[in-house]
């Protein structure tokens, strides 16, 4: 009996630990964001001071500067760009992904896992070694500074991650429950539509949110093969940066402003993300 309360507060006290060391490292990982807010809200002069000044009085000058009321360039058509292009893209990426993942895992077709480490290989590739050669196609093909090029480039880029992940989650739905849906006269269209994206909506909504945030974080290809038109809200953002000098407080608003549509997006779909991440994981 007393080994067993013994071994009670033991396990006990392992969990306490390691709850401590996880907000320890919450709290570490939140300091930068935090402070990055916080700087956002105070005047350049404040801002650029050493060591930082904390109780430094709040303005909105930052924010203001961002959004162009004194003077500047407007951020609504790159931040509408980026929302463009991330949404079309990772549309696009989940109607591919799932019909290719559904052939890879319930109906897996001859050598399935080659095809799987090919789609793997090509995230190998360093990202600017393809760059000369599809900013002369796009050059070529009149397509700079067009939001479709980036929408093109951001599903071919996030598509095979797509596919790897949708796979594992798509390995989990019941074989028996697609069977009865075909014995029903379902085709393959309603059965990806009404059978196998409701159960793996998790996974699904984790892929989607992935994908969303790296098309929406990309930089190196929009900056190259974009100029006025197409331009997105990472380009934007290094606008900030001129010959005069680093803006502090005026990037600290712009960042946390164009951090906000992901931060939002992870915060809403979080327990999908959680549910369709840990989907397998426990037999």
């Known amino acids: 009996m007393s080994s067993s309360i013994a071994v009670k507060h033991k396990g006990q006290r392992k969990g306490l630990g390691l709850g401590l060391v996880a907000w320890l490292l919450g709290i570490v990982f939140f300091l930068p964001i935090a402070w990055m807010a916080l ?13 930082p000044s904390f109780g430094a009085a709040l303005t909105l000058d930052g924010y203001r500067e961002f959004f162009g009321t004194g003077g500047g360039a407007s951020p609504w058509p790159a931040l509408i760009n980026s929302t463009v292009a991330s949404l079309a893209s990772t549309l696009f990426v989940l109607l591919l992904a799932l019909p290719a993942a559904y052939a ?11 095809v799987l480490f090919f789609f793997l290989s090509t995230k190998m590739l360093p990202v600017v070694a393809g760059l000369l050669p599809i900013y002369l196609f796009a050059k070529n093909t009149d397509m700079l500074d067009n ?9 071919s880029m ?5 596919v790897w992940m949708m796979h594992s989650f798509l390995a989990e739905v019941p074989v028996a429950v697609i069977e009865a849906a075909r014995v029903d006269g379902a085709r393959l269209p309603t059965i990806l539509a009404r059978v196998v994206a409701p159960i793996a909506l998790p996974g699904i909504a984790a892929t989607a949110l992935i994908c969303f945030i790296f098309s929406w974080n990309e930089l190196l290809f929009a900056r190259v093969l974009t100029g006025v038109v197409a331009e997105t809200a990472p380009v934007f953002l ?13 990037v600290c608003a712009a960042s946390l402003v164009i951090s906000l549509p992901v931060l939002a997006a992870g915060f809403a779909a979080q327990d ?12």
Request: proline residues 5%; without cysteine; hydrophobic residues 45%.
């Open 272 to 283: 999908k993300l959680v549910q369709g991440l840990s989907l397998g994981a426990v037999k």
């Open 238 to 250: 290094t606008g900030f940066i001129t010959s005069q000098g680093l803006f502090l407080a005026k």
């Open 39 to 51: 700087t956002s809200f105070h005047s350049e002069t404040d801002a650029a001071t050493n060591p």
């Open 147 to 155: 939001i479709w090029l980036l929408v093109i480039l951001y599903t």
């Open 104 to 114: 890879l895992s319930i109906r897996p077709v001859k050598k399935w896992t080659d």
């Open 158 to 162: 996030n598509l095979p991650i797509a």
